[in-house]
């Protein structure tokens, strides 16, 4: 049996709901109109004005019959009247269902730049906005991912040419094998390693499938330790690392191996972008969690690239990755780690100012 269109089911309803009125209308009045009739009759009768007894069978009768009449004519323009209004309310109703079926068939044959106009009945405008957010969140997520492609595509090419290149000069015998040729292409290697790693860490963070250990765990050696060991890899003219962290600070519940992550990605892109200055590492409590906050005088996120700087693959200059040697993943695993341990992660930046990144974790 086919299904009905909504259309077809508005459409039905209302004639139902007419016809049901108009039959319990009828139904009442063909009932009780000619007793109230002869009632009116008797009255008039007792009144003295006039007398019908020998005419009371034919006026009931004639009642009947006009009232037969005039209930099938009112029956005929109350179903037209009814008809025509339920068929253009069920259009008006049905036609943001249409533009929608319209606009998805379009979706699925790729193109995502239809958006659904407003609508008079407010449901059904808020429908066609919560559909407008979801085709700009698809049309965002396929921007991503062609640009993920392209980034990924560009991640691997680059040190994959460079292999190639120094292994077809060593089989053609126009370069000689030396160190220094096996460490840029171990070098190169390690660039591929390293992307891969990054790629299966992602992907296992935003499944879900990462082990997470939490313990209860002091914070303050284990910043004090990252100064120290960042604090090697810095020239004299370099940023200034600095600790702002009390000793007495509570236990938090996380994952250790995982925080040191976070806090390795945090604070080498830091020092990546920040030649001179200081760079702050700070903790604090603020309720039931602690922030922890890498501060650098670097060189800032612009304002309009803040919403995009946890997302896989972006960079605000992508010009300066072949210079950084990033992979463009670290902060979104970043992310995923903080939340999988039931924290938060937020960014401050400004251009030429410097950037503030900090992450919660819970209190033990």
């Not at 049901?20 to 209308?25: C, K, P, Q, W």
């Not at 239809?114 to 396929?142: C, G, H, T, Y």
């Not at 080498?268 to 005088?297: F, H, M, P, Q």
């Amino acid at each position: 049996m086919a299904k009905l269109s909504l259309g077809t089911r508005l459409f039905f309803s209302h004639l139902l709901v007419m016809i049901v009125g108009l039959g319990s209308f009828i139904v009442i009045a063909k009932l009780s109109s000619p007793q109230m009739f002869v009632i009116r009759l008797e009255q008039l009768e007792k009144r003295g004005i006039f007398t019908v007894r020998s005419a009371r069978t034919y006026l009931v009768e004639g009642f009947k019959t006009a009232w037969n009449s005039s209930a099938v004519l009112s029956v005929l323009a109350g179903a037209t009247a009814a008809g025509g209004l339920s068929y253009w309310v069920s259009i008006r109703v049905t036609k943001p269902i249409r533009q929608m079926k319209a606009i998805t068939q379009k979706f699925a044959a790729g193109d995502l730049q239809e958006r659904m106009p407003e609508s008079e009945i407010p449901e059904l405008n808020q429908l066609a906005n919560s559909f407008n957010r979801m085709a700009s969140s698809l049309e965002d997520v396929e921007k991503r991912r062609r640009e993920l492609i392209s980034d990924l595509t560009h991640e691997l090419r680059t040190p994959l040419t460079v292999v190639r290149g120094y292994l077809e000069e060593l089989a053609d015998g126009e370069i000689a094998p030396s160190p220094e040729l096996y460490l840029r292409l171990v070098r190169e290697t390690r660039r591929l390693e390293r992307l891969t790693n990054d790629l299966q860490e992602l992907s296992k963070a935003e499944a879900g499938s990462l082990s997470i250990k939490t313990q209860k765990i002091s914070l303050f050696p284990i910043l004090k330790a990252f100064i120290e060991k960042f604090a090697d890899q810095l020239f004299e003219e370099g940023p200034q690392l600095i600790l702002d962290c009390p000793p007495d600070l509570p236990p938090v519940l996380a994952d250790l191996d995982r925080t040191e992550q976070v806090l390795v990605n945090l604070l080498g892109n830091a020092l990546r972008y920040t030649e001179k200055g200081s760079i702050t590492l700070r903790a604090w409590r603020d309720k039931n969690c602690v922030w922890i906050a890498v501060i650098d005088t670097g060189i800032g996120i612009a304002s309009q690239d803040l919403p995009y700087i946890f997302e896989r693959f972006w960079r605000a200059d992508k010009s300066r990755a072949s210079y950084s040697g990033g992979t463009g993943i670290g902060l979104a695993i970043a992310r995923r780690l903080v939340e999988l341990q039931g924290g938060t992660i937020e960014v401050e930046s400004e251009l030429g100012k410097g950037s503030t990144f900090r992450f919660s974790l819970p209190i033990a």
